[in-house]
């Protein structure tokens, strides 16, 4: 992690097993960390997902990211809007790191908007906003 602005230990820690998880694709390692529905934006629109679903889809979208040369994902920096005892809003900066054999490896900016829900003692992700269209990211980088 690079520049974290302030934020709570609990949401620093979280972001942290996120980032983890993330970078393994381990549906058991995602699934505590999403809620069993949850909102999910692009700048196409927003739909409510079912985890399950959502749990079905990681395969294929980690054999799409690693065609296209992502290596790993990093969290760059945290932005926590305490919204009130039960809801944390929090701006999350990715770097994405992409490297294809006979190109120079890339380091993509990404960001995203997550609401967290504190129920008893464990954060879950409520709603995701992703801020880009990561597949036209892909092709603008000439990753496809």
């Known amino acids: 992690m ?62 799409f990211f690693s065609t296209v040369g992502l290596r790993k994902t990093e969290v760059a920096s945290l932005e926590e809007t305490k919204l009130d005892d039960n809801y944390r809003m929090v701006k999350v900066g990715w770097l994405m790191h992409y490297e294809q054999a006979a190109k120079e490896p890339i380091a993509d900016e990404n960001s995203a908007t997550y609401i967290l829900f504190s129920g008893g003692h464990s954060l879950q992700i409520v709603m995701q906003i992703d801020h880009q269209d990561l597949m036209k990211r892909v092709r603008e980088l000439g990753l496809m």
Do not use: M
């Not at 942290?16 to 970078?23: D, F, G, I, P």
């Not at 390692?29 to 990681?58: H, W």
């Open 2 to 63: 690079k520049q974290i602005n302030t934020v709570s230990d609990g949401v620093r820690a979280f972001f942290e097993t996120y980032e983890n998880a993330t970078n393994s694709y381990e549906v058991e390692n995602i699934s505590p960390l999403y809620a069993e529905s949850f909102l999910f934006g692009t700048p196409q629109g927003a739909q409510a997902v079912k985890k399950e679903d959502f749990l079905r889809v990681l395969p294929k979208r980690r054999g």
